[in-house]
């Protein structure tokens, strides 16, 4: 049985990271060790798998290759890490955001700009369709953004003033 997941809950260990993974792929540790281009040993996989104690935290490049191997971000990996060594890490992200692929880091900002544009549009139009009483005051904020707020406004002494005619 797996643990919940989700905001709040606890991140899965590395064992547990890594076992899904493999049965949802159908991998096994000979071809995790070859994924890595032999950067982490088949028996070094195995380890991971088996949920042996973990005294120390991997180190960086370690985590990367892990990261890539198992086709997850590098913080679902180093949250997975904290929990293997004992550390109660726990997952605050949102359920949307656990959906996104993986790769979404790569997005250019202009492409990661639309797609935000696109959906607070989408939540704002879901608020004037069925507006919750409580959220009345928050209404059409996600579409509002002042120009004097915007970062290339702002100088190193706060918002740009205006120029004098």
Same mark, same amino acid.
């Given at each position: 049985?797996?643990? $919940?997941?989700?905001?709040?809950? /606890?991140?899965?260990?590395?064992?547990?990271?890594?076992?899904?993974?493999?049965?949802?792929?159908?991998?096994?540790?000979?071809?995790?060790? &070859?994924?890595?281009?032999?950067?982490?040993? &088949?028996?070094?996989?195995? +380890? #991971?798998?088996?949920?042996?104690?973990?005294?120390?935290? /991997?180190?960086?490049?370690?985590?990367?290759?892990?990261?890539?191997?198992?086709?997850?971000?590098?913080?679902?990996?180093?949250?997975?890490?904290?929990?293997?060594?004992?550390?109660?890490?726990?997952?605050?992200?949102?359920? #949307?955001?656990?959906? #996104?692929?993986?790769?979404?880091?790569?997005?250019?900002?202009?492409?990661?700009?639309?797609?935000?544009?696109?959906?607070?549009?989408?939540?704002?139009?879901?608020?004037? &369709?069925?507006?919750?009483?409580?959220?009345?005051?928050?209404?059409?904020?996600?579409?509002?953004?002042?120009?004097?707020?915007? $970062?290339?406004? +702002?100088? /190193?002494?706060?918002?740009?003033?205006?120029?004098?005619?």
């Amino acid at each position: 049985m797996t643990e $919940p997941q989700g905001p709040g809950y /606890p991140a899965p260990t590395l064992q547990q990271l890594l076992r899904a993974r493999m049965e949802e792929h159908g991998w096994s540790y000979t071809d995790l060790e &070859r994924r890595s281009d032999r950067a982490l040993s &088949r028996g070094r996989w195995q +380890q #991971l798998g088996a949920g042996a104690s973990q005294r120390r935290f /991997p180190d960086p490049a370690s985590l990367v290759v892990i990261a890539q191997v198992l086709e997850v971000d590098v913080t679902t990996v180093v949250l997975a890490a904290a929990r293997s060594v004992g550390l109660d890490a726990r997952t605050r992200d949102s359920e #949307l955001s656990r959906l #996104l692929p993986a790769g979404t880091e790569q997005l250019s900002d202009r492409t990661r700009d639309a797609i935000l544009a696109t959906i607070r549009a989408a939540v704002a139009d879901a608020a004037e &369709r069925s507006p919750a009483p409580q959220h009345d005051h928050l209404r059409g904020l996600a579409l509002e953004w002042p120009k004097a707020a915007a $970062p290339s406004r +702002q100088g /190193p002494d706060g918002p740009a003033q205006h120029e004098r005619a």
